[in-house]
């Protein structure tokens, strides 16, 4: 997960890069991309493309869907640290639908310390004003289709290769941004190509590892590791967009983390 979240950052940086390239169409390359990459995957190894759980998959793949095309709209027009962190309140989607989906029972004290992350996204939301309503509800509704996904991962578990429940997701997500990109498309230039391939390649890499762990490990310690990408977020941002911060801001940054490190920390 530590790894996936890593290789997520630096395609959320390739996605800012371009920010004159509208989201859905990047989000199309990307679906073509990682279709063509998975095909190919799985042929060689001989798994059959479709899988046994066709609902399930089917699901996995609009819920991914409609997650990253929000969140790609968030990295394009709020600054980069912001977007990671309001995108990371998916983790408290993800095991609060847990307990209704796959049934995993989640510790009372978890609760607080997921609103210790909550009252840190709202005090980013709040005191920054380049983050919007709009741009949080855009990005709310990121959070909770990625925590559908995530949830239909772990039901799917060892049932499906991860290569699988992968090929769903440009499957599906690749006619929607063909036919969307269609009316707002603009023609990439010299370096938007290298961008665009290196944001496909990144996130098939991503969405391998994170696959893994979600299907074999405990939902609400695997979402919360993904936090450790507001670091690597407010690193990129600073030193690659020259983005800064209030205090404020950062304070709620570190209530997000806090809540995250009690979450995986705390024993019984």
Avoid: C
């Amino acid at each position: 997960m530590l790894l996936a979240g890593f290789l997520f950052a630096l395609m959320n940086v390739s996605v800012k890069l371009i920010t004159h390239i509208p989201a859905i169409e990047i989000i199309l390359f990307r679906s073509v991309l990682s279709f063509f990459m998975t095909y190919i995957a799985l042929k060689r190894i001989n798994v059959p493309f479709f899988g046994k759980n066709k609902p399930l998959l089917i699901t996995r793949g609009i819920a991914g869907s409609v997650g990253l095309m929000a969140f790609f709209y968030n990295l394009q027009t709020i600054p980069l640290a912001s977007a990671v962190t309001i995108n990371y309140l998916a983790p408290i989607f993800t095991t609060i639908l847990g307990i209704f989906i796959v049934k995993e029972k989640v510790a009372k004290r978890k609760y607080i310390f997921f609103g210790v992350s909550f009252v840190g996204v709202l005090i980013i939301e709040g005191f920054d004003p380049r983050i919007s309503a709009f741009d949080l509800g855009v990005g709310l509704i990121a959070s909770l289709a990625m925590g559908v996904a995530y949830n239909v991962i772990r039901k799917l578990k060892n049932s499906e290769h991860p290569l699988v429940i992968m090929f769903y997701f440009p499957l599906i997500t690749t006619p929607i941004a063909a036919i969307v990109s269609y009316f707002f498309w603009v023609m990439p230039q010299g370096w938007d190509w290298v961008v665009l391939l290196t944001v496909g390649v990144l996130t098939q890499g991503a969405q391998y590892f994170m696959t893994l762990a979600y299907q074999n490990a405990n939902l609400s310690k695997v979402a919360s590791l993904s936090y450790v990408g507001i670091v690597y977020a407010l690193g990129f941002g600073f030193l690659i967009f020259e983005e800064t911060y209030s205090l404020l801001t950062y304070l709620g940054m570190i209530l997000v983390l806090a809540g995250v490190l009690l979450n995986v920390t705390s024993k019984k």
